[in-house]
């Protein structure tokens, strides 16, 4: 018996948790398989903790963000929503990285 798509149209009478995850459920889907290996990933680093607290950051703001465009856009969320929620996390996590080791070389050169 295959899966019955949701319709977002459908779910007017619904409660807005559920018109949410009608119309973005596939897109968190994704993001939760996507951070889960690099978490994962990220506590197996021999690092002290520092990648999975990097991790950890992006996480916290790739979250805040999903869910301000959910609530933005609960019944019609454009490719552009679903593209970030989808994949926003990969990008946060980059961002955050980049940033991190950047104040730490800065940090290290601003000390010797």
């Keep these: 018996m295959a899966a019955k798509e949701t319709n977002p ?6 409660d807005p948790a559920q018109r949410v995850r009608g119309s973005y459920s596939d897109s968190l889907k994704l993001s939760a398989l996507i951070q889960l290996p690099l978490f994962v990933f990220a506590a197996l680093l021999l690092d002290g903790g520092q990648m999975l607290r990097y991790g950890e950051i992006a996480a916290a703001g790739y979250w805040v963000g ?8 609960p019944k019609h969320p454009t490719q552009v929503d679903l593209d970030l929620v989808k994949y926003g996390f990969v990008l946060t996590c980059g961002c955050v990285t980049i ?14």
């Design 9 to 14: 149209d459908e779910l007017s009478d619904c």
């Design 66 to 73: 999903a869910v301000l465009i959910m609530v933005r856009r």
């Design 99 to 112: 940033i991190a080791v950047a104040v730490t070389v800065t940090r290290a050169i601003l000390e010797t």
